[in-house]
């Protein structure tokens, strides 16, 4: 019984050892695990955050949820919900409470009681000169009041995610009850700088406003001097493409920068910088070192091919192939989808998650050929985080077939739900449970191998034993020493 007990603990020494060798030597033959280093970047700002324009992917925050007075990059959502609700043709005219309801030495356009400008020409004045005259004005004009104008930004912030964020006025002056965070703020921007209008406006250096009813032409320059040397060359960065500034003495300083380095478009935004940009550091050192920091560390990888023909081969038509054909497919995503990762991480690391939504969630404006109606989500996770995505959008138009005319639309949305949530096969606790089966086989078969050759030695022995005592051993032995 002993001999069995100790043949037993010598099996499991020998597997344990095996099973040892094995795992050393697929740590050596494996592709190794990229961990990311938690570096951070030394910034003044009280609160600061980073974000890819196209995905919404977060690159870098500091206390980016903690609620700050904005100042004047207020303006940028002044202007988006502007550009949302009217046509730059429109003519807005200016009231007396418009122009003459300002602190002193706010800044200005000097628009005068009474005159009229186009609703380009005084967006242009907002973003590129920051006119608080004619964020009241506009409002005015949009909404019927400054109030009920604010009162559309914030539900336009929340329609964004913004969850720390109350508007006060149209402007950005300060008051207590008018503040936001920076990542809400980039919420904002991003949304903002998506829209062509915007970004032409934000991203423009020198403009001219033609002559108006109660003023001669006057040129205005983008007061930005990350983007153009207005005041302070020294602070020109090459990748710029537009932004917003913004000051009050009880605010401080605070800045939203546009960057663009290849195919990747960033913004940052910096907020409550104690210092003026005669000194440093300040909001143009805090948001050089920030982008280039996150232009150094990541790279935007394409989706938007592969994606939208996977969800349509896959997932549209698991029931109606016939009315599938690659030239007009009727899922797309965003035409930049993306997604944002470490420089070092491949796409293959990246996880994916397909999901359609129970009906349409919301029409999205289109060309005149073509509406959109968001029917999905595709999203792409590293290592937990959210790295990017797109909505999945369903395109329709009067000369295409409908969607809803060929067949069912709650039907196909079951259809679509059941197939993109299908849990894909296995593969890694298959490969596991292959690789425990055959090293439990391996150590079964060394286990009887090992014990049929104890069995042998012990009838060898015993055999052995008996012709010795039956005295045949003996005569051999004489004959050798003869």
């Known amino acids: 019984m002993k001999r069995y007990i100790k043949l037993y603990y010598t099996a499991i020494y020998k597997c344990t050892l095996l099973v040892c060798c094995l795992s050393i030597m697929s740590g050596i033959f494996a592709v190794p695990e990229i961990a990311e280093a938690k570096t951070t970047v030394d910034v003044s700002a009280e609160s600061a955050v980073v974000m890819d324009v196209q995905s919404g992917t977060i ?22 919900v502007a550009i949302e609700n009217s046509s ?34 005084s967006l242009y004045g907002i973003l590129m000169m920051s006119a608080n005259e004619a964020c009241n ?63 032409k406006i934000t991203g423009t250096k020198v403009y001219k406003i033609p002559r108006s009813n109660k003023h001669l032409a006057r040129t205005i320059f983008n007061h930005h001097g990350m983007l153009y040397a207005y005041k302070f060359p020294q602070y020109l960065y090459e990748y710029c493409v537009g932004g917003k500034t913004g000051y ?63 969800i349509n081969k896959k997932h549209l038509f698991t029931r109606f192939s ?11 995503i965003d035409e930049d989808a993306g997604i944002i990762l470490p420089k070092k991480v491949k796409a293959s690391q990246v996880e994916k998650k397909i999901e359609f939504y129970d009906a349409p969630k919301k029409n999205v404006a289109g060309d005149t050929s073509q509406d959109k109606r968001v029917i999905g989500k595709i999203t792409y996770t590293y290592k937990g985080s959210e790295a990017g995505g797109s909505d999945i959008y369903y395109n329709y138009s009067t000369s ?22 299908k849990a894909p096969f296995p593969w890694k606790t298959f490969l596991l449970a292959s690789g425990g089966a055959l090293l439990a086989i391996a150590v079964s078969i060394f286990i009887i191998l090992r014990l049929h050759a104890q069995r042998e030695m012990r009838l060898r022995r015993k055999h052995y034993k008996k012709n010795r005592r039956s005295g045949q051993g003996l005569y051999f032995q004489k004959k050798w020493k003869r």
């Open 88 to 121: 730059l043709s429109e003519t807005v005219t200016y009231s007396k409470e418009a122009v003459t309801n300002l602190e002193l030495n706010a800044s200005n356009i000097e628009i005068q009681v009474g005159e009229k400008l186009s609703m380009e020409d």
């Open 322 to 332: 016939p009315f599938y054909s690659q030239s007009t497919a009727l899922l797309s």
């Open 248 to 310: 009050t003495e009880k605010c401080r300083y605070t800045l939203v920068t546009y960057a663009k380095k290849g195919d990747m478009t960033l913004v940052s935004v910096v907020m409550r910088v104690p210092k003026s940009p005669y000194e440093e550091p300040n909001e143009y050192t805090d948001s050089t070192k920030l982008l280039n920091y996150c232009f150094n560390r990541y790279k935007r990888v394409d989706i938007r091919n592969s994606a939208a023909a996977e």
């Open 59 to 80: 690159l870098y925050e500091k206390n980016m949820d903690k609620k700050e007075y904005p100042a004047s990059i207020t303006k940028i959502m002044t202007a988006l």
């Open 137 to 199: 004005g506009v409002a005015e004009h949009i909404a019927g009041s400054v109030k009920a104008y604010v009162q559309m930004m914030n539900e336009r912030a929340k329609e964004l995610g913004c969850t720390g964020t109350h508007f006060a006025n149209a402007n950005g002056l300060f008051m207590n009850n008018h503040y936001t965070t920076a990542h809400d703020m980039a919420l904002i921007a991003r949304a903002a700088y998506k829209n062509p209008t915007f970004a």
């Open 400 to 421: 295409q077939v409908k969607l809803a005319d060929s067949f069912n639309m709650a039907e196909w949305f079951v259809d679509a739900v059941e197939e993109a949530n």
